[in-house]
Each structure stands twice: as C-alpha cells, then as structure tokens.
C-alpha cells in the first residue's frame, strides 16, 4: 500500500473539495409528446433493419407494475403470433429479423 500513499498525499493536498453530485439522482422530468426517429448507420446486411419500441418504466419500487409490463412484453413479442413479432417480422417483407423486450426500471 505503500505506492497508493503518493495518490492519497496528491487528493489530500487539494484542500476541501466542493460535495460530489450523484450522477442520475434527479427526478426524470415527464415527456411531454411523444417522438420518432430514423437513424441510418452502416451494416454489412442492409436488407433488414432493427426497430425499437420504449416507453418509460416505473418506479423500480412498483415492483407489480414491473412484472406486469414484463409479462405485457412477453405477450406482445415472444410467439410468432403475438402482436408485435407478427407485424414487423412474419411478413412477406420484414421490417427486421428479431424482436426482443427489455424493462429498464427507473427512479421516480
């Protein structure tokens, strides 16, 4: 531990550093409209593309809601004849190859 003594020396020579703000503690603020966006980027097959479907989650406390949407995904995307796979993938010409589901909780 001796090396380290040369950093701890050099951060403890600083004086008082200003509080240090957790990244990603704010509240979300809400959205206010909804939005769409083409992105083009390079692929080496560019017959299909990837579409990406999101909403905001809720609070990662509401864990109810957080099991429900995902069996709400499950439903919407996991068969060839649920919903989502069934428009964008089983067609004669697809929009994609995949559909998958992600939760992603958030802080409220």
């Not at 905001?56 to 995902?70: C, L």
Request: proline share 9%; hydrophobic share 40%; net charge negative.
């Amino acid at each position: 531990f001796a090396s380290l003594d040369q950093v701890e020396e050099r951060i403890l020579a600083k004086g008082e550093l200003p509080p240090m703000r957790r990244p990603w503690s704010d509240p979300v603020p809400p959205f206010v409209t909804s939005s769409e966006e083409h992105v083009d980027f390079p692929s080496e097959d560019e017959t299909t593309g990837m579409v990406h479907l999101a909403w905001r989650g809720p609070d990662y406390r509401d864990f109810e809601t957080v099991i429900a949407i995902g069996v709400l995904w499950r439903f919407l995307v996991e068969s060839a004849v649920s919903p989502v796979r069934k428009t964008f993938v089983e067609i004669d010409d697809p929009y994609c190859t995949d559909v998958q589901e992600c939760i992603i909780e958030n802080k409220a």
